[in-house]
Each structure stands twice: as structure tokens, then as C-alpha cells.
């Protein structure tokens, strides 16, 4: 069974910082290129980040390219975000996904596993 696991969300000021990190219960991780989606309340969710299977090519929504760092380690199953310079509206539930043969404008459907989400929360 296959499970998604994402940790590190919280509360922080707008122009703090936050990692967070999902951790992926795939025996062939490393066969699966993986993202990150946020949802804030009341709108859908969209795409943030993704690193294909290798973590050498990596995509970013122009909202976050720049303060936004997504990488990946194999050997532990994990995927992170480094999300620095937050706004109030990076506000949102982020979730980890995982998939393969994703298309190059990463719709939510390529992806076959999602995790429960992580709930990041900018004060301004």
C-alpha cells in the first residue's frame, strides 16, 4: 500500500521560512517523478513544484519561482520544499504527490498518489 506522508507546515510571519518534507512509502521511489500542490480555502488545488524521477529537472509556478526550492533524496524515500520569503498568500493546505509519465503542465491527474496535506499558515 502505498502511502504519502507530509510534515513540516506550521504557522510563520510573512518573510519566514519553512521546509517541508513528505515521506513516501513507494518501494520504486526512484521510478517516480513527485510534487508539490497547495490548496488555499475556497479555491482549487494548484500546482506548485516538481522534480522529475532523477531530480534533475525540476518545475516551478511562476508565483513561487525563486523562494521556492523543491529537491528529492532517493536513498530515504523524501521529498522536501524549501519555501523561503513566505507571502500570506502561500497560505494553504500543501500536499505531496506522486506519478509517473507526468505531462509538462503537471495536471492533478497525472499523479497517482497524494498525501493527507500539510497545513501552511503566512501571517502577515
Known amino acids: 500500500q502505498v502511502q504519502l506522508v507530509e510534515s513540516g507546515g506550521g504557522l510563520v510571519q510573512a518573510g519566514g521560512s519553512l521546509r517541508l518534507s513528505c515521506a513516501a512509502s513507494i518501494r520504486t521511489f526512484s521510478f517516480y517523478a513527485m510534487a508539490w500542490f497547495r490548496q488555499a480555502p475556497g479555491k482549487e488545488r494548484e500546482f506548485v513544484a516538481h522534480i522529475s524521477w532523477s531530480g534533475g529537472n525540476t518545475d516551478y509556478a511562476d508565483s513561487v519561482k525563486g523562494r521556492f526550492t523543491i529537491s528529492r533524496d532517493n536513498a530515504k524515500n523524501t521529498v522536501y520544499l524549501q519555501m523561503n520569503s513566505l507571502k500570506p498568500e502561500d497560505t494553504g493546505v500543501y500536499y505531496c504527490?506522486?506519478?509517473?509519465?507526468?505531462?509538462?503542465?503537471?495536471?492533478?491527474?497525472?499523479?497517482?498518489?497524494w498525501g493527507q496535506g500539510t497545513q501552511v499558515t503566512v501571517s502577515s
Open positions: 504527490a506522486a506519478g509517473r509519465g507526468v505531462r509538462l503542465t503537471h495536471p492533478l491527474y497525472d499523479y497517482s498518489y
